[in-house]
T-cell receptor, first 115, second 111 residues
Framework: DTAVSQTPKYLVTQMGNDKSIKCEQN?????MYWYKQDSKKFLKIMFSYNNKELIINETVPNRFSPKSPDKAHLNLHINSLELGDSAVYFC??????????????FGSGTRLTVV | QKEVEQNSGPLSVPEGAIASLNCTYSDRGSQSFFWYRQYSGKSPELIMF????GDKEDGRFTAQLNKASQYVSLLIRDSQPSDSATYLC???????????FGKGTSLLVTP
């Protein structure tokens, strides 16, 4: 069983479209995250949810909206897609990163290409 | 966002040599430190965790932490071509709720 699964793996879409990426974890973790990795490999935190509650909302355009129906799922909806949104989006989950040696478990990523 | 700095590389080492990867961080309140390895087109995978000053060894990997200097490093002994990847340093502070990642160092191990 995949611990953190994301769908779709690849997403090619036109500017102006609306798209969603889904993430599910079966690890029983309390916290889930969305990270964006740009072409230079920089992983930047976008959102974090703890037990369905938003705890981090970094400076991200409000075209991006996370939704967590339960603590095992964290979806990302993107409105009015722009060329600059092209990147790899990673979902991750953790129990507690402060002293937990297991850190994050990452999903396999969704490569979004906006044309 | 608190800064985590890494030399982007590429760092090229011959097979069998020691690869030394360095990371500095700006938040003095940082508590936990991680090294992730990321192969091209894949997701990051955890290889080391350290939270106390000093060295921590796991197989061919040694993480070194110096909180006074705000510096964490990763040594890879007997480097293999399969170690060629991007290594990401990640830092978690008391005041933060997520890991802050550096931009990664690309390592190339040549046969």
């Amino acid at each position: 069983d995949t611990a953190v699964s994301q769908t779709p793996k690849y997403l090619v879409t036109q500017m102006g479209n609306d798209k969603s990426i889904k993430c599910e974890q079966n690890l029983g973790h309390d916290t889930m995250y969305w990270y964006k990795q740009d072409s230079k490999k920089f992983l930047k935190i976008m959102f974090s949810y703890n037990n369905k509650e938003l705890i981090i909302n970094e400076t991200v355009p409000n075209r991006f909206s996370p939704k967590s129906p339960d603590k095992a799922h964290l979806n990302l909806h993107i409105n009015s897609l722009e060329l600059g949104d092209s990147a790899v989006y990673f979902c991750a989950s953790s129990q507690d990163t402060l002293t937990n040696p297991n850190g994050y478990t990452f999903g396999s990523g969704t490569r979004l290409t906006v044309v | 966002q608190k800064e985590v700095e890494q030399n982007s590389g590429p760092l090229s080492v011959p097979e069998g040599a020691i690869a030394s990867l360095n990371c500095t961080y700006s938040d003095r309140g940082s508590q936990s430190f991680f090294w992730y390895r990321q192969y091209s087109g894949k997701s990051p995978e955890l290889i080391m965790f350290i939270y106390s000053n000093g060295d921590k060894e796991d197989g061919r990997f040694t993480a070194q932490l110096n909180k006074a200097s705000q510096y964490v490093s990763l040594l890879i002994r007997d480097s293999q071509p399969s170690d060629s990847a991007t290594y990401l340093c990640a830092v978690h502070s008391n005041s933060g709720y997520a890991l802050n990642f550096g931009k990664g160092t690309s390592l190339l191990v040549t046969p």
